[in-house]
C-alpha cells in the first residue's frame, strides 16, 4: 500500500454491519455501525454496505485503497460468491458482484472467523508468527490456522470450522447434526443448553440458576451462565469443567497435529470465563507432545473486539 493511503473493512454480521477505515498501521480513523437488514435480504444488505463504504471514503482522511469484507458464512474458493450464512438466511449471494456495482475500489471477501485470524496476524497476537492457530469462542466456534506462513483454505475453501472437530465420540448432540463436537461443549449456546439440561434434572441444586431467571429455565443463557459461575454455582462448573476439558482434548489434538508457536483464544464468551486461557495452557502442557509444545504460547487475543473489523482491513491490505 502507499504511504498515507487507507482501507476500509466491514465485519457483516448477523444482528449489525460495522465498517471502519484503517491506516497500514492499524489504526481505526473513522467508523460506523448500523443494525443489519437481515429481512430485506442481499440487496438490502449490499445497498446498507455500500452507502456505509461511501460515507467512510469521505471521511477517510486520504484515498481507500481497498475494502475487505468479513460474512458470517462459507465463501466459495473464488472469493465472490457467499455458498451458505445461516444468520442471513443466505444461500449462494453473488456478493462481490453485488458490491462492485455499489463501490469502486478493488474488493476482498472472506469468512469472518477466517478475517479475524487475519487480524490477529497483521496486527495483534499472531504479529510476526508464521505458526499460529486462533480459535474464537462465541455463541459458536470457529478460528483459523496458519502454517508455515499460510493460511490454511482447504479444498473447498471451508478450513477453520474447528468448532466441529470431534472431542468425545457419542457426545452431546452438536447443530451440525455430528455429536460431540467441541461447539457442543464450549459453544455459547451449548453452555446454555448443557445448564439448562443440568438444571432441569436437579431442580434441588439449582436454587441460584432459578433466582437468576426468576423460575424460567429457558431464560438460561451463557451469559447467565457466567453469573452463576462466578457466584460458585455448582452445575455452572459442571457445564464449565466440561467445556474446559473439551477445550483441552481440542488442543492437545491441535498442537499434536500442527505444531503451532502460538494458540491464540479470543471471543465473547472468554470474557464470561476469562480463567479458561490458562486451564487450556496446563492441560495442554500436561497432555500433548513434550516436542510439539516447546515452542508454544497460550494466549488471549489482543485486538479483542476489534479483530473482525480490523481483519477486514487486513484483507484489503493484502496484495
Ligand atoms: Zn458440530
Redesign the pocket.
Known amino acids: 500500500m502507499e504511504d498515507g493511503h487507507c482501507v476500509i473493512g466491514i465485519d457483516l454480521g448477523g444482528t449489525k454491519v460495522e465498517g471502519a477505515v484503517v491506516d497500514g498501521g492499524g489504526a481505526i480513523r473513522q467508523r460506523l455501525c448500523v443494525p443489519t437488514d437481515v429481512k430485506g435480504g442481499a440487496e438490502a444488505i449490499a445497498d446498507q454496505i455500500g452507502a456505509m463504504v461511501k460515507e467512510l471514503a469521505g471521511q477517510a482522511p486520504s484515498p481507500i485503497n481497498g475494502v475487505g469484507v468479513g460474512v458470517p458464512g462459507q465463501i466459495d474458493p473464488a472469493g465472490e460468491r457467499v455458498v451458505f450464512a445461516p444468520n442471513l438466511n443466505w444461500n449462494d449471494v453473488s456478493l462481490k458482484h453485488d458490491l462492485a456495482q455499489r463501490m469502486p475500489f478493488p474488493l476482498h471477501l472472506d469468512n469472518d472467523v477466517r478475517v479475524a485470524t487475519l487480524g490477529e496476524w497483521r496486527f495483534g497476537a499472531g504479529k510476526g508468527i508464521d505458526n499460529f492457530i486462533c480459535l474464537f469462542l462465541g455463541t459458536g466456534v470457529g478460528g483459523g490456522v496458519v502454517i508455515n506462513g499460510q493460511l490454511l483454505k482447504g479444498s473447498s475453501n471451508t478450513a477453520g470450522e474447528l ?2 472437530m470431534v472431542v468425545q465420540i457419542d457426545g452431546p448432540p ?3 447434526h ?1 455429536r460431540g ?1 467441541l ?2 461443549f464450549a459453544g455459547g449456546w451449548a453452555i446454555a443448553r448443557n445448564a439448562r439440561e443440568l438444571v432441569k434434572d436437579r431442580p434441588e441444586e439449582a436454587s441460584l440458576f432459578l433466582e437468576l431467571t426468576k423460575g424460567d429455565i429457558t431464560a438460561i443463557t451463557g451469559q447467565v451462565v457466567a453469573e452463576a459461575y462466578q457466584k460458585g454455582d455448582g452445575i455452572a462448573k459442571e457445564v464449565v469443567q466440561a467445556a474446559s476439558e473439551a477445550l483441552v482434548a481440542w488442543a492437545v489434538s491441535m498442537v499434536n497435529g500442527f505444531n503451532p508457536q502460538r494458540l491464540i483464544l479470543g471471543g465473547g464468551l472468554l470474557k464470561g470465563f476469562p480463567n479458561l486461557v490458562e486451564e487450556i495452557d496446563q492441560g495442554v502442557r500436561q497432555k500433548a507432545l513434550s516436542a510439539a509444545i516447546s515452542q508454544l504460547q497460550v494466549m488471549a487475543t489482543a485486538l479483542q473486539g476489534n479483530a473482525n473489523l480490523l481483519g477486514a482491513a487486513a484483507l484489503a491490505l493484502q496484495p
Do not use: D, K, L, V
Open positions: 468448532g466441529h452438536c447443530t451440525c455430528n463436537c461447539e457442543a
